[in-house]
């Protein structure tokens, strides 16, 4: 069976909010929650990969502590800063 885009919204919505690490779980699972509704497949997949980074990268990166690889460096890492900025 094919993984429909609704579909993959929830588990990612659902993986977001429980990453492991409470502070990205936050940022990530209200992000999700708030944003993927309105992604498209490719971003819902750039999102996916954002989240296989693992937890300490991705708060590193959205904190500024480190440089945001290329291939994570995405139009969804961007609002998810812009995001974080306006919470």
Not at 9 to 37: N, V
Not at 69 to 86: D, M, R
């Given at each position: 069976m094919?993984?429909?885009?609704?579909?993959?919204?929830?588990?990612?919505?659902?993986?977001?909010?429980?990453?492991g690490?409470?502070?990205?779980?936050?940022?990530?699972?209200q992000?999700?929650?708030?944003?993927?509704?309105?992604?498209?497949?490719?971003?819902?997949?750039?999102?996916?990969?954002?989240?296989?980074?693992?937890?300490?990268?991705?708060?590193?990166?959205?904190?500024g502590?480190?440089?945001?690889?290329?291939?994570?460096n995405?139009s969804?890492?961007?609002?998810?800063?812009?995001?974080?900025?306006?919470?």
């Amino acid at each position: 069976m094919t993984e429909t885009d609704e579909m993959m919204r929830r588990r990612l919505i659902y993986r977001a909010s429980y990453t492991g690490m409470k502070e990205t779980d936050l940022l990530l699972g209200q992000f999700a929650k708030r944003h993927l509704p309105e992604l498209d497949r490719k971003s819902l997949i750039e999102f996916e990969e954002l989240l296989d980074a693992g937890d300490p990268s991705i708060f590193a990166w959205v904190r500024g502590d480190e440089d945001v690889p290329e291939q994570y460096n995405t139009s969804v890492f961007s609002l998810i800063k812009q995001f974080q900025v306006s919470k």
